[in-house]
């Protein structure tokens, strides 16, 4: 793994965002709060960092911010700036992670204290769609009465869930899902993975960088990928009997569960594209189980597909509002057609 490339050249599409910061720094016309979305792993923190640099660069030339290489811009790639706060929720069970309102209170705090060496105080709030009721109420303070010099970030999935009142006084930035030739290209080039995995990242990537950098490293997420496809495969092999088994084993493993619901729901997606037609299979995510796929869209209607994306989006849903685990799975199976013998 090598990266050359310094300033905002490091960050990978999403040229609108960079260009809109890039320019609010030049004008001098900088917001003090900041809303990023897009799914995760989209570019939203990488996006933030380099901005947190180029705010608070050392190099005397606007246009040469973030350098890159001035101690503030590498203080800020390794999160070790004295003014620069990465703030992250805190693990809550079923793979989440909770904001909490401790955490809004201390930062408040820690803002209202002017910076140290740098001309901005920033904090980069990730996933502030995880905040507490009462740790998004905490935070409006600060973000009505921002101290000065003060700049805020958040990171969130979608601004939709978020407080209007924290909505509306922050600049929203959404990142979309990045193109597969884009991830690909960039794979070969910037990472340098041969380019018959670079493909295969590319599709299962959704548009995410971030997850298809990390694959390329390291097999963990592939791995449990793999899983959860043999997962869906048995599922639907499955009858009911075999269906309440195995539901309680998949609702034994909370932590997982989100990450399991989530590639379910790409395969879906995959197949509801398919049964449209006219969709070339470049666009799959599930590029390897297109043999499959193309399969099965001969046993069930396109009716049938679409329901099974639109509940199994419900599952994952209920699951994030604490619903009852096992009751989730074991209705989520059931409703999948049955294998016809
Ligand atoms: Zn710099």
């Known amino acids: 793994m090598k990266d050359e490339l310094y300033g905002w050249q490091q960050m990978i599409g999403h040229e609108w965002a960079v260009e809109m910061l890039s320019a609010a720094i030049r004008h001098e016309r900088v917001g003090h709060a900041y809303l990023i979305t897009g799914p995760a792993q989209v570019g939203k923190t990488t996006l933030a960092r380099l901005f947190a ?70 904090a980069i709030i990730k996933q502030f769609d995880q ?17 000065r010099n003060v700049i805020l970030i958040l990171t969130a999935a979608d601004s939709d869930t978020l ?9 929203t930035i959404p990142l979309r899902p990045l193109p597969q030739p884009l991830i690909k290209t960039a794979l070969e080039n910037r990472w340098q993975v041969p380019p018959e995995q670079a493909e295969k990242l590319a599709h299962l990537a959704s548009g995410r960088l971030g997850w298809a950098v990390t694959a390329a490293a390291n097999p963990a997420p592939l791995n449990e990928r793999e899983t959860h496809i043999v997962a869906l495969h048995t599922a639907l092999q499955g009858n009911r009997a075999h269906r309440f088994i195995q539901a309680d084993k998949l609702a034994n493993d909370v932590e997982r569960l989100p990450d399991l619901l989530r590639t379910w ?35 069930w209607t396109p009716e049938q597909i679409f329901s099974c994306l639109k509940q199994t989006h419900t599952a994952l849903w209920q699951l994030e509002r604490n619903a009852n685990t096992r009751l989730v799975v074991e209705n989520l199976l059931l409703i999948y057609p049955l294998p016809q013998s």
């Open 163 to 171: 407080l209007p009142t924290i909505r509306s006084r922050c600049r």
């Open 131 to 147: 905040a507490t009721i009462g740790a998004a109420n905490a935070f409006l303070k600060t973000l009505e009465e921002p101290p």
């Open 265 to 299: 729901l790409s395969w879906w997606r995959d197949l509801v594209l398919l049964s449209w037609g006219n969709q070339p299979l470049a666009q799959l995510t599930n590029i390897d189980e297109q043999v499959t796929l193309t399969r099965l869209l001969t046993h």
């Open 53 to 122: 640099q180029a705010l608070n660069c050392t190099e005397t030339s606007l246009e040469q911010r973030p350098c890159g290489v001035c101690r503030s811009c590498g203080l800020i790639a390794k999160d070790h700036h004295p003014d620069v706060r990465l703030v992250l929720g805190e693990a809550s069970g079923r793979g989440r992670v909770t904001l909490k309102i401790d955490q809004m209170r201390e930062l408040q705090q820690s803002l209202s204290l002017t910076a140290t060496e740098a001309r901005y105080k920033i």
